[in-house]
């Protein structure tokens, strides 16, 4: 009778043992996938939080920065500066510039020669783009080129302006861009004076001139 109440008791401990082993396999099934749920949460809470902190809207592209010499008003030169690049969609250039501007400096257009509002201008100061207002060229290093668009043999930082080979209408020229905006500025030629000998020919619709206080 002993035998087989200690074979009762070990069959009830054996199924006893058999439920809650099937109880905590349950249990660790739901924390697990608590776990996995929380953490993919937590993940897509860091994903948000870190486009967020980029500060940039989906399909915005990321910003760039150059190095620029920066010219007070008065065309004084302060310094190296690192700044963010202007990036507009031709909607939003549209905006701010007239319709001539915007052909020139968005669209690689080119003025009528001796049409423009500074190809015969002999005042002091400095031209800027007309698109950011990046310094470009100063009025000291201008020169009558006879051409009819404004000329300049130096520009008035190597920083600010592009370079760039040019290769529309069947010939090979050499574009001139604006550093911080890309706008098109014109092209740059080697038959100019000393002491560089370079021309670079210029739109008007691409510049604002701020005279020398």
């Known amino acids: 009778m002993a035998s087989q109440n200690l074979r009762v008791v070990g069959l009830s401990e054996r199924k006893a043992c058999d439920r809650r082993s099937f109880v905590a396999a349950i249990l660790g099934f739901v924390g697990a996938g608590v776990w996995l749920g929380g953490s993919q949460q937590v993940s897509a809470r860091s994903g948000s939080a870190l486009g967020e ?6 399909g915005k592209p990321s910003p760039q920065f150059i190095k620029l010499v920066e010219f007070d008003g008065s065309g004084k030169r302060e ?18 510039l007239t319709p001539e501007q915007f052909e020139v400096t968005r669209r690689k257009g080119t003025e009528r ?30 020169f009558n080129s006879g051409t009819g668009w404004p000329s300049f043999w130096e520009p008035i930082a190597k920083q600010n302006v592009l370079v760039e080979s040019d290769l529309s ?10 550093a911080k905006c890309d706008a098109h500025l014109g092209h740059l030629f080697d038959d100019g004076p000393p002491p560089t000998h370079l021309r670079y020919c210029i739109n008007s619709a691409a510049l604002k001139f701020v005279k020398s206080p």
């Open 53 to 58: 902190s980029a500060g940039r809207a989906p």
């Open 113 to 142: 020669a001796f049409t423009g509002q500074y190809w015969n201008l002999h005042e002091k100061g400095i031209f800027r783009c007309v698109c950011c207002g990046n310094a470009l060229f100063n009025s000291e290093t201008k």
């Open 169 to 178: 209408y069947g010939m090979k020229r050499t574009e001139v861009q604006c």
């Open 79 to 96: 310094g190296i500066v690192t700044t963010e690049k202007v990036l507009k969609t031709e909607a939003e250039w549209k905006q701010i």
